[in-house]
Nanobody
Framework: QVQLVESGGGLVQAGGSLKLSCAAS????????VGWYREAPGKERELIAR???????IYADSVKGRFGIFRDSAKNTVDLHMENLKPEDTARYYC?????????????WGQGTLVTVSS
């Protein structure tokens, strides 16, 4: 079955940088729109960065200019480069297709990777 595995999260000070990576199996990430989502404590999961099948990139206003989404078709990965991190970026980050992948009537989500930004 489809698997999306996120990695690269951690604890970082405000102003710091992190690179998140999404590795996929049973799905070819260059054939679909792929997004990075995040879910902060007490908030709903939101889509913050998206790369379309043809390479167009779209960002939420909250991360525009600080985050970059990149796809490596050879590795079948999609990375999220995060710079100038702020405490409000603290969240669990997930990658998924856009819209989110559905199998057997259920929306699939991986484990995500936790990013904590200290002030």
């Amino acid at each position: 079955q489809v698997q999306l595995v996120e990695s690269g999260g951690g604890l970082v000070q405000a102003g710091g940088s992190l690179k998140l990576s999404c590795a996929a199996s049973k799905i070819l990430l260059w054939l679909v729109d792929v997004g990075w989502y995040r879910e902060a404590p007490g908030k709903e999961r939101e889509l913050i960065a998206r790369i379309t099948e043809d390479g167009y990139k779209i960002y939420a206003d909250s991360v525009k200019g600080r985050f970059g989404i990149f796809r490596d078709s050879a590795k079948n990965t999609v990375d999220l480069h995060m710079e100038n991190l702020k405490p409000e970026d603290t969240a669990r980050y997930y990658c998924n297709t856009v819209p989110a992948f559905v199998a057997a009537g259920a929306t699939y989500w991986g484990q995500g990777t936790l990013v904590t930004v200290s002030s």
